[in-house]
């Protein structure tokens, strides 16, 4: 049977509100932004009163719609749009043309906004470069627009927040002079993911889990996101960051907070994060001297995937021929607090990798005593795997005797998928553009969750920016330096995605 184009969605239905797209002219509008709010209003959970405003130039409004509904084509194809269907939809839409470095474009929005709408409240996402933040903060505060006396005012930014703590601390200064916290959103489309907010439920519905969540049953836990794809586009943005910066100091060090946090006292946004910044501030510091035992920097070089022949990272547009920034990081973090004392928690991220997979694994002791060690064929270490992506669901691995009158072991594999029977699982900004229609940021970082992951990677960083050459490992392959070695005396070592 064909999955559906968009199923029904579940959730509540949110007021009608001006979406301000700054930069609208950008590849996130048209990939991201635009797919996800026709889906939200297809199934109820955009008010069809709201209206779409972007903020741009260089295009005629009739231009941009263009490039718009190309890009629907092109990125959501998915989404059957007859012409009459795009047609009613690009009636939501206006357009401000202007410069964002000008008074003039915020003086005309504003403008744009109380005559053409009247609507009370107001999200205004920033898709642009994180250089145009304080800027664009500013330019609404001065024309009134951060203003909340008559309806809500809710500003979403996009990563990366800061290069570095002092440039994060930098900028969550500048724009808490310019808005309140609570009208920031700090948006991290990995928690928009179904499956990583899954799971606060897997953990805190399941009393099944809750007696093994801990130091003594669990040997290590695996967070990761491997990709098979090289940078592509990103050439500028990815000398400058590296898999250090792009994946764990956001990503995956949020997920890392969803697995090793206490239950909340209640499920609202502030008693989650409150939850969450205790496990960052009990992140075991890691000494100069220590970074090269517990964190593996490496890069991709020339390989192969099938037949076809995959360039090096220094062959790629816009790349350095002696550029050394990593493509592959990982780092073993210790949680110094009563529940993971003595747990490792191992991030890793690379690209052209063999395959596109995100996972967290759960690693569990081995029995104190085992009666089958001794057979050629010895039981694997228990998982209970996490996948993020793709096929999200959960498998758990087990031994079992092999059939025959042998009592050597085999893997069985237990699997639970998260959806079945075609059920369509929201895309990431859908649930984020949702949560911050109504309000809800649990899903966003606050600002000191934002500034103590920055100071927990800041020593790696400082000694990685004086490095002068970086390992290599084929692209298409697993084969990277270091990594048995980081894992060593964890049960059944590195899990490599299947």
């Known amino acids: 049977m064909e999955k559906p184009a968009v199923t029904q969605c579940i959730g509540e239905p949110t007021e009608p509100t001006n979406i301000v797209i700054l930069g609208a002219g950008g590849d996130l509008t048209k990939r991201k932004l635009i797919p996800?709010?026709?889906?939200?209003?297809?199934?109820?959970?955009?008010?069809?009163?709201?209206?779409?405003?972007?903020?741009?130039?260089?295009?005629?409004?009739?231009?941009?719609l263009q490039s718009l509904h190309q890009g629907m084509q092109e990125y959501a194809a998915e989404i059957i749009m007859t012409d009459q269907q795009w047609q009613k939809f690009a009636a939501m839409?206006?357009?401000?043309?202007?410069?964002?470095?000008?008074?003039?474009?915020?003086?005309?929005?504003?403008?744009?906004?109380?005559?053409?709408?009247?609507?009370?409240?107001?999200?205004f996402y920033c898709a642009v470069p994180p250089r145009w933040y304080t800027t664009i903060a500013a330019g609404l505060h001065k024309v009134g627009l951060a203003d909340e006396s008559e309806g809500f005012r809710r500003v979403v930014i996009e990563k990366p927040f800061g290069m570095d703590l002092q440039s994060a601390r930098q900028l969550n200064k500048d724009l808490q002079a310019l808005l309140d916290e609570s009208?920031?959103?700090?948006i991290d489309h990995y928690l928009g993911k179904e499956s990583v907010q899954n799971l606060l439920v897997y953990r805190f519905t399941n009393s099944i889990l809750e007696p093994l969540w801990n130091r003594n049953f669990i040997d290590h836990v695996?967070?990761?996101?491997?990709?098979?794809?090289?940078?592509?586009?990103?050439?500028?943005?990815?000398?400058?960051?590296g898999a250090l910066r792009d994946m764990i100091q956001s990503h995956l060090m949020q997920v890392m907070t969803?697995?090793?946090?206490?239950?909340?006292?209640?499920?609202?946004?502030?008693?989650?994060?409150?939850?969450?910044?205790?496990?960052?501030?009990?992140?075991?510091?890691?000494?100069?001297?220590?970074?090269?035992?517990?964190?593996?920097?490496?890069?991709?070089?020339?390989?192969?995937?099938?037949?076809?022949?995959?360039?090096?990272?220094?062959?790629?547009?816009?790349?350095?021929?002696?550029?050394?920034?990593?493509?592959?990081?990982?780092?073993?973090?210790?949680?110094?607090?009563w529940r993971w004392q003595g747990v490792p928690f191992i991030l890793w991220t690379g690209k052209r990798l063999p395959k596109r997979v995100s996972e967290i694994v759960i690693r569990f002791r081995k029995p104190p005593f085992n009666l089958f060690d001794t057979h050629a064929n010895p039981p694997a270490?228990?998982?209970?795997?996490?996948?993020?992506?793709?096929?999200?669901?959960?498998?758990?691995?087990?031994?079992?005797?092999?059939?025959?009158?042998?009592?050597?072991?085999?893997?069985?594999?237990m699997r639970a998928p998260y959806a079945e029977n075609g059920a369509?699982?929201?895309?990431?900004?859908?649930?984020?553009?949702?949560?911050?229609?109504?309000?809800?940021?649990?899903?966003?970082?606050?600002?000191?969750?934002?500034?103590?992951?920055?100071?927990?990677?800041?020593?790696?960083?400082?000694?990685?920016?004086?490095?002068?050459?970086?390992?290599?490992?084929?692209?298409?392959?697993?084969?990277?330096?270091?990594?048995?070695?980081?894992f060593e005396q964890c049960v059944g070592g590195w899990h490599k995605p299947s």
């Open 36 to 64: 996800a709010l026709v889906k939200m209003l297809r199934c109820g959970l955009l008010h069809p009163d709201s209206k779409i405003i972007g903020v741009l130039k260089g295009r005629t409004k009739e231009q941009w």
């Open 93 to 123: 839409f206006s357009m401000v043309g202007g410069d964002l470095q000008e008074e003039q474009t915020y003086t005309e929005l504003a403008a744009s906004l109380q005559s053409l709408h009247k609507l009370k409240n107001a999200l």
């Open 183 to 186: 009208q920031i959103y700090r």
């Open 222 to 241: 695996q967070i990761s996101a491997a990709e098979s794809i090289g940078i592509e586009y990103r050439a500028n943005y990815y000398e400058k960051s």
């Open 258 to 337: 969803l697995v090793a946090m206490e239950p909340p006292v209640e499920f609202t946004a502030d008693a989650v994060r409150d939850e969450k910044i205790k496990v960052l501030r009990a992140v075991r510091a890691i000494e100069p001297e220590d970074i090269k035992h517990q964190a593996v920097a490496a890069q991709y070089g020339s390989g192969k995937a099938g037949d076809d022949d995959l360039k090096a990272y220094v062959a790629e547009e816009d790349v350095s021929a002696e550029s050394v920034t990593e493509t592959f990081a990982a780092v073993r973090f210790h949680i110094d607090n």
């Open 381 to 413: 270490a228990n998982s209970l795997v996490f996948r993020v992506h793709p096929d999200e669901g959960i498998t758990l691995r087990m031994n079992a005797k092999m059939p025959g009158l042998t009592t050597d072991t085999q893997r069985m594999i």
């Open 424 to 486: 369509d699982v929201s895309d990431a900004y859908e649930v984020l553009l949702h949560d911050v229609l109504s309000g809800d940021a649990t899903l966003f970082s606050r600002a000191d969750e934002v500034e103590e992951s920055w100071s927990i990677i800041e020593p790696i960083l400082n000694d990685w920016k004086e490095r002068i050459s970086v390992n290599r490992y084929r692209a298409g392959s697993w084969d990277v330096a270091g990594m048995e070695e980081l």
